[in-house]
Every structure is written in C-alpha cells, then in structure tokens.
DNA sequence: CCGGTGACTCTAT
DNA sequence: TATAGAGCCACCG
C-alpha cells in the first residue's frame, strides 16, 4: 500500500483521537500514547498538542490532561484559567486545575475505540 | 552534529 | 508518602 505511513503517523493519529474524545470528557497524554502503542512516549503527545495550536483545524486540547487529572498545559492556552474554564464550561468540575471525579469523565480511547 | 528541554509516566529508594 | 532517576522522541539553537 502506497499511501501510507502519514496516516499512521503518530502525530495524525493523536489529532484524531483527539477529536474523538466526546463533549465533557476528558483523557490523558499517557491513554493516548498507549492507545497508539507508544505508552513511554505520552511527552510526544503533549507536544503534538503543542503544535496542534498553529493548526487551521481546532484541537480540544483542553480535554487531555496528565494522568492525575491535573491541568499541566493550562499555561499553554494563553490566559490563566482559559483550559479550566473550558472545561466547567462543559460541566467537568474544576478545583485548583484539578478535575474532579477525574475517574468519572475519564474517557478512554482503548475501550471506547476498542478494538 | 550535539546537547538541552518538555502539555508525561513508571519504577526504585 | 515523598523524592529522584530513567525512558521516551521531536524540536531548537
């Protein structure tokens, strides 16, 4: 098959699976990083979120957090509270940039997409 | 070309 | 329960 690989790729695939990650729900780098068959490389995933913000295509990079549930790339959306307020906005609640009921918005590629 | 850095996570002490 | 180190791989100077 000559097409390829770019489909494959590990930053397109996070995009996609990004995408995916339904309205109030959250994931983590590490999920994702697994879910691709890469779990050592959940870093790549937050910098594919990191380029994903000069993209024309808009990424709910707000959805994905580290694996405590803690908004570590809140910092990266500009203002303050943006990433949090995103989310409240989508009724996930947020203490301290922490989500709460993490657990309970989880939203896991492996099992939802499962295969 | 090489070293430092990072939106992470796991394991060991 | 904390703290430290290692693994991962792409980008930047």
Same mark, same amino acid.
Do not use: E, I, P, Y
């Given at each position: 098959m000559p097409d390829s690989a770019k489909e494959n790729d590990f930053f397109s695939k996070v995009y996609e699976v990004v995408l995916l990650i339904p309205y109030g729900k959250v994931t983590s780098y590490g999920a994702i990083a697994e879910f691709l068959? $890469? @779990?050592?490389?959940s870093r790549m995933v937050g910098w594919t979120m990191n380029a994903s913000h000069h993209l024309i295509v808009k990424i709910p990079a707000h959805r994905v957090v580290n694996r405590n549930g803690l908004?570590? /790339? @809140? $910092? #990266? #959306? /500009?203002? /303050?509270?943006e990433m949090a307020n995103l989310l409240i906005a989508e009724g996930v609640s947020v203490f301290d940039d922490q989500i709460i009921n993490f657990e309970q918005h989880f939203w896991n590629p492996m099992i939802e997409l499962s295969l």
């Open positions: 068959g $890469a @779990k050592r490389s908004l570590t /790339g @809140k $910092a #990266f #959306f /500009g203002n /303050g509270d």
